[in-house]
């Protein structure tokens, strides 16, 4: 099994910056995967971006440019960093890994979420 806490999330102004953190612990090899969604009220949860283990990463149409994903697979976390907020990222968001646990097993973990609030 795998354990995700996310940090880092909180109450900034409009044009502010602010970073997620997702430290992953317990059982695994690797990670596949990782990557950071959001949600917000009435609506359905989205990729913001997304990391493979190759190094590759996407981002979502609305925060490329502004924001930037990180790995460090020898820590086990995963970062987002947001720059240049607007008021319509605010959602919560959560982080999501897909690890591999055994040979050819892999599962899919989610972290608790952390709000996210950008005020004009």
């Known amino acids: 099994q795998v354990q995700l806490v996310e940090s880092g999330g909180g109450l900034v102004r409009a044009g502010g910056s602010l970073r997620l953190s997702c430290a992953a612990s317990?059982?695994?090899?690797?990670?596949?995967?990782m990557g950071w969604y959001r949600q917000a009220p009435g609506k359905q949860r989205e990729l913001v971006a997304g990391?493979?283990?190759?190094?590759?990463?996407n981002y979502a149409d609305s925060v490329k440019g502004r924001f930037a994903i990180s790995r460090d697979n020898t820590k086990n976390t995963v970062a987002l960093q947001m720059n240049s907020l607007k008021t319509e990222d605010t959602d919560v968001y959560y982080c999501?890994?897909?690890?591999?646990?055994?040979?050819?097993?892999?599962?899919?973990?989610w972290g608790q979420g952390t709000q996210v609030t950008v005020s004009s």
């Open positions: 999501k890994v897909e690890a591999v646990e055994q040979r050819s097993l892999t599962n899919n973990y």
């Open positions: 317990g059982s695994f090899f690797r990670f596949n995967f």
């Open positions: 990391s493979t283990s190759g190094g590759s990463a």
